[in-house]
């Protein structure tokens, strides 16, 4: 089947400015559901590799046309969900904080990120204490939101704390359909040109403390139905401007589009059988 061409230009673009990225990718050359560890994967179910791997190649080249920087993680046969680089680590100002996975079928994947992050030359940090990367960590210019509940210890927020030297905000996930952070909340624009982080989040998949948290910290932020959150509609990728997220989540779309975003709808269902979308597969490297 061939994937509708999308525009990656529209009236709404020029209200906002985006800014390059540089991001990691890892190809689903091995990607499978071989197991279990979130509600979304069913090993019984056949998986359509060659439909996961054009539309991550249809993810990769939206990056490129956006003119984001994009390298990419060999992929290992052994490791089926490899392609979810965004697990791998959280990487502010050169300096990376190195995931350790909760889950046993995952941990072999921690050599692999270690190796490419510390052949870039960043100042590598493995952590002291579970952690799952951008999973659970989402970065902007003045402090980071971090996920506990399902993956992440919340010990390893103040990990990050004292690495990063920013304040790290521990948020409570409570359902165990969004088991990472970034599958219920995601940074539009991270305020490095704007000054001002703007993000979008689904209320129902945080506790009710985490909720008045994120109310107080930003009051003006995208509340998004539990329709959009359930095609992971959250787990997009902006860049100040754009907002990469799976095509299904039009009511958030839209939403975007009142707030001045130019969103690009991506197909990425084959991957979301796994429990993934766009940002899952999206690690940033912010330099220093």
Same mark, same amino acid.
């Given at each position: 089947m061939t994937t509708p061409a999308?525009?990656?230009?529209?009236p709404a673009a020029q209200e906002r400015t985006a800014t390059p990225r540089h991001y990691l990718m890892c190809p689903p050359t091995h990607f499978d559901v071989r197991y279990a560890i979130n509600?979304?994967?069913?090993?019984?179910r056949p998986v359509d590799r060659g439909r996961a791997i054009a539309q991550w190649d249809r993810l990769r080249d939206v990056y490129t046309r956006l003119g984001h920087r994009v390298s990419l993680l060999d992929p290992r046969p052994d490791l089926p969900d490899m392609v979810f680089t965004a697990n791998g680590a959280v990487v502010v100002g050169g300096t990376a904080f190195a995931a350790r996975f909760r889950n046993p079928e995952r941990t072999a994947e921690e050599a692999a990120h270690l190796a490419w992050l510390r052949g870039r030359g960043l100042d590598v940090h493995p952590s002291g204490t579970v952690h799952e990367g951008e999973g659970d960590f989402a970065v902007t210019s003045s402090l980071i939101l971090a996920g506990t509940g399902f993956r992440t210890d919340q010990a390893a927020h103040m990990e990050a704390q004292e690495l990063f030297g920013v304040p790290v905000v521990g948020l409570r996930l409570v359902d165990p359909r969004f088991y990472h952070l970034d599958t219920a909340l995601t940074v539009l624009d991270d305020g490095r040109v704007s000054g001002r982080a703007?993000? $979008?989040y689904f209320p129902g998949a945080f506790s009710g403390a985490a909720q008045r948290v994120l109310g107080l910290l930003f009051p003006d932020a995208v509340r998004v139905a539990e329709a959009d $959150?359930?095609?992971f509609g959250l787990n997009a990728v902006g860049d100040g401007r754009n907002v990469v997220l799976p095509r299904q989540a039009t009511g958030f779309a839209a939403l975007l589009r009142a707030r001045g975003y130019h969103p690009i709808g991506v197909d990425t269902s084959e991957l979301a059988r796994a429990g993934g979308g766009p940002k899952c597969c999206t690690q940033e490297i912010r330099a220093a």
């Amino acid at each position: 089947m061939t994937t509708p061409a999308v525009s990656l230009t529209g009236p709404a673009a020029q209200e906002r400015t985006a800014t390059p990225r540089h991001y990691l990718m890892c190809p689903p050359t091995h990607f499978d559901v071989r197991y279990a560890i979130n509600p979304w994967m069913d090993p019984g179910r056949p998986v359509d590799r060659g439909r996961a791997i054009a539309q991550w190649d249809r993810l990769r080249d939206v990056y490129t046309r956006l003119g984001h920087r994009v390298s990419l993680l060999d992929p290992r046969p052994d490791l089926p969900d490899m392609v979810f680089t965004a697990n791998g680590a959280v990487v502010v100002g050169g300096t990376a904080f190195a995931a350790r996975f909760r889950n046993p079928e995952r941990t072999a994947e921690e050599a692999a990120h270690l190796a490419w992050l510390r052949g870039r030359g960043l100042d590598v940090h493995p952590s002291g204490t579970v952690h799952e990367g951008e999973g659970d960590f989402a970065v902007t210019s003045s402090l980071i939101l971090a996920g506990t509940g399902f993956r992440t210890d919340q010990a390893a927020h103040m990990e990050a704390q004292e690495l990063f030297g920013v304040p790290v905000v521990g948020l409570r996930l409570v359902d165990p359909r969004f088991y990472h952070l970034d599958t219920a909340l995601t940074v539009l624009d991270d305020g490095r040109v704007s000054g001002r982080a703007d993000i $979008a989040y689904f209320p129902g998949a945080f506790s009710g403390a985490a909720q008045r948290v994120l109310g107080l910290l930003f009051p003006d932020a995208v509340r998004v139905a539990e329709a959009d $959150a359930l095609v992971f509609g959250l787990n997009a990728v902006g860049d100040g401007r754009n907002v990469v997220l799976p095509r299904q989540a039009t009511g958030f779309a839209a939403l975007l589009r009142a707030r001045g975003y130019h969103p690009i709808g991506v197909d990425t269902s084959e991957l979301a059988r796994a429990g993934g979308g766009p940002k899952c597969c999206t690690q940033e490297i912010r330099a220093a």
